[in-house]
């Protein structure tokens, strides 16, 4: 069972996210971080209660970022994820107690052998980090979806939407934490189809789940064939991070040093990593002190991805799910 701290802004794909990895019998949720990105940092909170109600677990949810750190207007996406950023799906009101911030450590006291994902802006990341070192040295793992290498961002021709959002933290992160990213070279293939989603409709044993994962996906489909035409479905970014934690066998990757623009320029949050010929020869010549080098995932095994879709989505809960 692998233990994870999750950062999330739901959104659509984080709100499948979320739903995948309390699903999966090998995967233990032992908090998640609410922050702003997709939407407003309230919102978010709201939709992840939301989904923890659906699921009908009990995880702690901690308050997280609410504006970038860097010297940005936040923007967001409704175009995307909706107003509300789940789509078609509009949750009830719930009342929710939210968990002071500095109050995620304790899961370092709580759990052995944590690791951290990141599927949003990495502002409270950054912010976790900076408060609380020392525990957050003690995650087993960082895995952080974001960047684009070698192919053209998602909100700017450089920039993926999570770095572009806070450069300044994301650069903070790949200054200070080893970790593995899952850019949109490997996400561009995490597609899925409206085939796929009737399948689960008919063979979740969830009803709670059904209404909520077709307004969902219907939303963000019909945006993504404005933003992609052609594409036979959506992609989910933000379940890939899940995968590699029980599968790592369907990613190849290649380590880097991970620079990130933080000018106001057109490069802004543009992610940069050293792909030419001669890397690792120049590496070989460099005395002294080495730069953190990070795993960036390059390639991927969709039909891994797609089997384990569609497996993770018509479980039922394990047994352990919240505890």
Known sequence: MKN???????????????????????INVVGIVAGYGNVEVEIATRNIATILNLLEVDIPIYGGANQPVSDVYVEFYP??????????????????????????????????????VE??????????????????EQA???????????TPGNIT????????GDPVAAKFVFENIKTHVFPLNV??????????????????????????????????YDAYQELIPGLNGALFHD?????????????????????????????????????RPRYEADQAMLDG?????HKIALQMDYNEFFRLFLETFIRNLPPEAGE
């Open 157 to 164: 021709p450089a920039a993926e939407a999570n770095f572009y």
């Open 289 to 293: 002190e080495e730069e953190i080098k």
């Open 239 to 275: 379940l890939l991070p899940f995968m590699y934690i029980t599968n790592p066998e369907m990613f190849s990757f290649v380590e880097r040093e991970i620079y990130i623009e933080t000018s106001s320029g057109p490069g802004r949050g543009a992610s940069i990593a050293d792909f």
């Open 140 to 150: 087993k793992n960082y895995f952080i979806m974001g960047g684009a290498f070698l």
């Open 187 to 220: 996400t561009n293939s995490a597609y899925v189809t409206p085939e796929m989603i009737d399948y689960i409709i008919m063979y979740s044993p969830l009803e709670k789940l059904k209404q909520p994962l077709q307004l969902m996906y219907n939303f963000y």
């Open 119 to 136: 599927i949003g802006r990495n502002t409270g990341l950054m912010i976790g980090y900076m408060l609380g070192k020392q525990k957050m």
């Open 79 to 116: 175009e995307i994820h909706g107003v509300e950023g789940l789509g078609d799906f509009e949750p009830e009101g719930l009342g929710y107690q939210l968990t002071n911030f500095t109050d995620v450590y304790d899961v370092f006291n709580k759990y052995e052998d944590v690791s951290v």
């Open 4 to 26: 994870v701290l999750l950062f999330a802004d739901p959104g659509v794909d984080d709100a499948f996210a979320i739903i995948y990895s309390v699903l999966h019998p090998d």
